[in-house]
């Protein structure tokens, strides 16, 4: 009965097939673009119009693409196409990051041992496999149908790429901007390398929270008395130089019921110290200016042989703690400024693996060789014991951490390049308010991010990148 009737429909005939059968034809229309140079001929016959400029935000050279990757590049893909449809000369360009830690990651984990071999051979492994990479991604690329000449691409190790690097590295410095310095940056452990300011995540972690009191001596006025500090980073007080107080704050001295010994703090955090603490039925028994601390003396928390001195600090507020600032000027920028203006010089006894070095060996042999966060139950336990831990608790709070390997930074002294962007800020924060973006609150998070950038660290102690190219006088180092 069925064919009967089918004689009878009038349908259409088409040579299209009846399924898409993408997976196999989709190789063969890209086959055809690049057998014809379809791309070439679109930019011939728009090389007179005006011209829209993508600039690629370039991958980084390290594994197969992913979705986020497809995203990216679909999008600007799109927008491509869209302006040389409609009278622009808009070229695509594509590029590849190939320099950094990923690169030397993988090296790595093929077994290659970085410190047995001279850092020639090394960077000549990353520069094949980057190559490697680049290859495997192009081909992924093509796979999705990009409308661009792979032979146009830009890479970043490419020896005129690097000559560009270089130049610009050039003009700055003859500009003054470039000067190397030793001073706190952020420190990657698990990279063993310098960070700047935007390779830096936060996340939520619980730190041991420490109220410390440090014995005030060679004063009849303060006997038996100690200053209350607060830290989050026990780890850092066997490199405590000096405990700073805010100009502009007012301070107490109080009793505690059935304790034999004085306080000094805040006394706008005298409430909120004694909450924290436990401490019942506490006596203010003077108050006065943060001045009449000045160049008080007080025993080092850890280390009975040192003494140390209280000085004033910019930075020290009473919003939190205890009003009194623990320093460490080889593990604070503020700390080391504070340093600096009391001619301390910098003490970070911390390698490049976040261990303690031979540098407080004399000090305090047994954190030799442990990794700086292991050393927090130590450091709270013998504070406990010499009865100048006041108070122990666990805080959840936002915390550096390095962006590739997700593991935690700190902060610490250590001899780098960097670039003085104080003298162009205007002049970059111009150049902002003269771009569009959308979302529009895109413009306000760039302007921002720049407002509030201090000087960049350019330089990473790593192999496979662009040598700072510098020449020292033998005689002067």
């Known amino acids: 009965m069925s064919n009967k009737f089918k004689d ?101 984990k093929m077994g290659v041992d970085r410190k047995a071999m001279d850092s020639v051979s090394f960077r000549q492994l990353c520069y094949k496999y980057a190559l490697e990479q680049v290859q495997n991604q192009a081909n992924q690329f093509n796979r999705l149908g990009m ?13 005129d790429f ?23 940056i952020y420190w ?28 005030v001596v060679n004063n009849k006025e303060f006997e038996n008395t100690q200053l209350i500090i607060w830290t989050t980073t026990p780890w850092s007080l066997p490199s405590n ?23 000094i703090l805040a006394s706008d955090l005298l409430n ?10 506490v006596k203010a028994l003077k108050e006065f200016d943060a001045n009449k601390l000045v160049g008080l003396n007080y025993v ?40 600096k203006q009391n001619n301390i010089k910098p003490f970070a006894p911390i390698d490049n693996q976040g261990k303690f070095d031979d540098r407080i060996s004399d000090l305090d042999p047994e954190l030799v060789g442990m990794f700086y966060l292991d050393t927090n139950k130590i450091i709270t336990k013998r504070l406990e014991q010499s009865h100048k831990l006041l108070k122990l608790k666990f805080l959840t709070h936002s915390y550096p951490h390095d962006w590739r ?37 895109a413009k306000r998070r760039l302007y921002q991010v720049l407002d509030e950038r201090t000087d960049w660290t350019i330089s990473r102690q790593r192999l496979w990148g662009v040598p700072i190219i510098a020449f020292y006088d033998q005689k002067i180092i």
């Open 8 to 108: 009878t429909l009038l349908i259409g005939q088409t040579d299209f097939d009846m399924r898409a059968n993408l997976n196999q034809k989709e190789p063969k229309f890209e086959q055809f673009w690049l057998d014809n140079q379809i791309y070439n001929k679109k930019m011939k016959l728009n090389e007179n119009k005006k011209v829209f400029v993508l600039h690629d935000g370039p991958p980084y050279a390290n594994g197969d693409l992913h979705i986020g990757h497809a995203l990216n590049k679909t999008l600007k893909d799109f927008i491509i196409r869209y302006k040389n449809a409609t009278g622009y000369f808009a070229p695509f360009i594509m590029g590849w990051d190939t320099h950094g830690l990923p690169i030397e990651s993988a090296i790595t």
């Open 300 to 339: 080092h928390p850890l280390y009975d042989q040192i003494i140390s001195k209280v000085v004033l600090g910019h930075h020290v507020t009473s919003e939190s703690g205890s009003g009194l600032v623990h320093v460490a000027t080889g593990f604070g920028e503020d700390d080391f400024l504070i340093g």
């Open 147 to 159: 409308f661009t000449d792979y032979e146009t691409k830009y890479v970043t190790l490419t020896h």
């Open 241 to 263: 130089q000096l405990i700073a107080v805010g100009e502009k704050i007012k301070y107490s001295l109080i009793e505690v019921e059935n304790l034999d010994k004085k306080f």
């Open 405 to 441: 390997t997700k593991q935690p930074v700190l902060y610490r002294c250590t001899l780098q390049w960097f670039v003085n962007l104080a003298p162009v800020k205007d002049e970059i924060l111009k150049n902002v308010d003269q771009i569009d973006t959308h979302p529009k609150w």
């Open 188 to 215: 990657s452990p698990s990279s063993e390398t310098a960070l700047a300011d935007s390779e830096i995540i936060y996340k939520d972690v619980t730190s041991p929270s420490i109220y410390v009191g440090c014995d």
């Open 272 to 281: 909120q110290v004694s909450q924290n603490i436990g401490w019942e039925n």
């Open 162 to 184: 690097e000559m560009s690097e270089l130049r610009l590295f050039e003009k700055m410095y003859q500009k003054g901007l470039v000067y190397k310095d030793a001073k706190p």
